[in-house]
């Protein structure tokens, strides 16, 4: 199995075949939170704001998978550099103590052959009292609705037909959701549920306007 990226970083490779990112196909519609967003800020401000968060979300991101695959000397090395990822980690071991029985996969790639569409999923857990497993993402900002179209509609169904392809015997998902440890406020945890049939309506429209635009 070979895994890579394109040149430009913006399409993946597997197996020889080129897939287009779910994260692209899911904001190929308007997004008009965004873009009030930048009306408001202004272009400079939030290109300067957008690459912050990119920034402080891969550290995010990296830390939190350190805990969940319980690599402690890779966290004691990142909060060497950053104290600040201190509080964060802290509210997100907090929630998975409480709320996750077990990860399934952590940071795993899954594609589509029907949407030639890939994308690294953050989690996949099975949280308590439930019989099937939740596709979770983290996020570092707002839980706005944009968010559903791309871990329900698009991370959700593509996981759904990766898994079958496995044959590893992998949990069905039926949920997905959002946990936010936002970057303004750190401590904080948010936690959404977007498991809404309008997703993945959504998703197929935006993936069907990617096509058409890319061709």
């Known amino acids: 199995m070979k895994i890579g990226l394109t040149k430009d970083q913006r399409q993946y490779i597997i197996n020889g075949k080129v897939y287009?990112?779910?994260?692209?196909?899911?904001?190929?519609?308007?997004?008009?939170?965004?873009?009030?967003?930048?009306?408001?800020?202004?272009?400079?401000?939030?290109?300067?704001?957008?690459?912050?968060?990119?920034?402080?979300g891969e550290l995010v991101h990296d830390i939190t998978m350190y805990s969940d695959m319980k690599k402690m000397k890779k966290i004691e090395k990142m909060l060497k550099v950053n104290e600040g990822l201190l509080l964060p980690l802290l509210s997100w071991q907090n929630w998975v103590n409480e709320?996750?029985?077990?990860?399934?996969?952590?940071?795993?790639?899954?594609?589509?052959?029907?949407?030639?569409?890939a994308?690294?999923?953050?989690?996949?857990?099975?949280?308590?009292?439930?019989?099937?497993?939740?596709?979770?993402?983290?996020?570092t900002g707002g839980l706005y609705d944009e968010i559903g179209i791309q871990i329900y509609g698009g991370y959700l169904p593509i996981y759904n037909e990766w898994r079958v392809k496995q044959k590893k015997g992998l949990p069905k998902a039926t949920r997905a959701m959002a946990i936010s440890l936002p970057r303004k406020n750190p401590g904080e945890l948010l936690v959404k549920d977007y498991s809404k049939s309008?997703?993945?309506?959504e998703f197929e429209s935006r993936a069907e306007l990617f096509r058409s635009i890319n061709r």
């Open 20 to 56: 287009s990112r779910v994260s692209d196909i899911a904001h190929a519609g308007a997004n008009p939170w965004l873009e009030q967003w930048k009306r408001r800020v202004g272009e400079v401000e939030a290109e300067r704001i957008s690459r912050e968060t990119a920034e402080y």
């Open 99 to 117: 709320y996750v029985s077990e990860w399934v996969l952590i940071e795993t790639v899954i594609w589509s052959n029907k949407w030639m569409a």
């Open 198 to 201: 309008k997703y993945l309506d």
């Open 119 to 139: 994308g690294r999923m953050d989690r996949l857990g099975i949280i308590k009292g439930d019989r099937y497993a939740t596709v979770v993402d983290i996020k």
